[in-house]
């Protein structure tokens, strides 16, 4: 039983060394722990709560409810940071708003090129297919697309994986010849 009154008065004198603690409330304390007396009561009542709070607080609050509770300013001062970041990030670098497209353009037909041109503007990840033979396409100009997923006007987000399948130019009349 010594050694918990000895603990309790070494975690007061800790409190009262870092300021946490009064002298007054510090002497109290040891007190109550030598004499064995149970802890004070704490303040069950409204007002009482309000005038304790309102001598702990800082001159410099005007207002008692944000000395009792300052979580409304600081949660306001947080959505305004956030919503600033926000507006930041939907605004190009050079600070003109732009949309970025939420539907899949329609690119058959087009030179694979273009169409990897104009994909890129919605940061799109594309991936070319041969779809005559398994063939690389060393220049992008020299294909076009007769095939496409994501299908035209379907719904993307921004990093969708788009992918193209092409032909050689010569080759889109004689195998689709209806097709563009």
Request: net charge negative; aromatic share 8%.
């Amino acid at each position: 039983m010594e050694d918990d009154k000895l603990i309790l008065l070494a975690r007061l004198g800790k409190l009262r060394d870092a300021g946490l603690l009064s002298e007054e409330d510090f002497a109290n304390e040891k007190e109550r722990v030598l004499s064995r007396q149970p802890p004070a009561e704490k303040p069950t009542n409204n007002s009482q709560l309000v005038k304790q709070l309102w001598k702990e607080a800082p001159d410099w609050v005007p207002d008692p409810l944000i000395k009792i509770w300052p979580w409304p300013l600081i949660t306001a001062v947080l959505l305004l940071v956030i919503a600033l970041i926000l507006w930041g990030s939907l605004t190009g670098s050079d600070g003109n708003s732009y949309e970025r497209p939420s539907t899949m353009p329609n690119y058959v037909c087009w030179n694979l090129e273009e169409a990897k041109e104009d994909i890129a503007k919605i940061d799109s990840w594309v991936t070319n297919i041969d779809a005559v033979k398994n063939r690389g396409q060393t220049w992008d100009r020299n294909w076009t697309v007769v095939r496409q997923s994501p299908v035209p006007r379907a719904f993307i987000n921004i990093d969708s994986d788009v992918t193209f399948w092409v032909a050689r130019h010569d080759e889109v009349g004689v195998k689709w010849p209806n097709l563009c």
